[in-house]
T-cell receptor
Framework: KAGVTQTPRYLIKTRGQQVTLSCSPI?????VSWYQQTPGQGLQFLFE???????NKGNFPGRFSGRQFSNSRSEMNVSTLELGDSALYLC??????????????FGPGTRLTVL | AQSVAQPEDQVNVAEGNPLTVKCTYS??????LFWYVQYPNRGLQFLLK??????LVKGSYGFEAEFNKSQTSFHLKKPSALVSDSALYFC?????????????FGRGTSLIVHP
């Protein structure tokens, strides 16, 4: 079974631009979460999508948005990029079920550098 | 509210010696606890989880973790460290029932195993 894939793996953008990152979850996984990882702040939760609906949202400005498609693939968008948005963006998928204790499967991440 | 703390930013251990990476948590209800490992330029990989049952949980790559309810801890252990275990380790907690569906991650502990 293929793992979580994220594209692109690396991105370099300049301040003020916007960027779209893509995530394909493991087949059959319906929940997709996004995280921002930086050396200073650690792993911070951005949002989670389930069945094309945003189910949970972290404490990030409105410049960060996302969506999920009917095939569970997800995209996140960051508009008006700032230097502080430079980070590793991780996507994770979860097999949802009645137990609610499933672990997350992470993709390799997209390394975004804002110049 | 749920929270998790990893009190050590870095743990150094000699190859062949036992290792411990510490994690303490705070929840309102029952904790669901997870350990993940991150190798350089990679996403997080699931190691093990505690849901209920035996306090000693065995996971991947020879790792195990001990759940201690009275001390609210879930320390990661391995009897004999390998140089290849050098990585960043994350503890995560979910507070169920009724708590957040999204796990809260610790800030991570860098494990360095010296030859």
């Amino acid at each position: 079974k293929a793992g979580v894939t994220q594209t692109p793996r690396y991105l370099i953008k300049t301040r003020g631009q916007q960027v779209t990152l893509s995530c394909s979850p493991i087949s059959g996984h319906r929940s997709v979460s996004w995280y921002q990882q930086t050396p200073g702040q650690g792993l911070q939760f951005l949002f989670e999508y389930f069945s094309e609906t945003q189910r949970n949202k972290g404490n990030f400005p409105g410049r960060f948005s996302g969506r999920q498609f009917s095939n569970s693939r997800s995209e996140m968008n960051v508009s008006t990029l700032e230097l502080g948005d430079s980070a590793l963006y991780l996507c994770a998928s979860t097999r949802t079920g009645t137990g609610d204790y499933n672990e997350q499967f992470f993709g390799p991440g997209t390394r975004l550098t804002v110049l | 509210a749920q929270s998790v703390a990893q009190p050590e930013d870095q743990v150094n251990v000699a190859e062949g010696n036992p290792l411990t990476v510490k994690c303490t948590y705070s929840v309102s209800g029952n904790p669901y606890l997870f350990w993940y490992v991150q190798y350089p330029n990679r996403g997080l990989q699931f190691l093990l989880k505690y849901i209920t049952g035996d306090n000693l949980v065995k996971g991947s790559y020879g790792f195990e973790a001990e759940f201690n309810k009275s001390q609210t801890s879930f320390h990661l252990k391995k009897p004999s460290a390998l140089v290849s275990d050098s990585a960043l380790y994350f503890c995560a907690v979910r507070d169920l029932p009724g708590g957040s569906y999204i796990p809260t991650f610790g800030r991570g502990t860098s494990l360095i195993v010296h030859p």
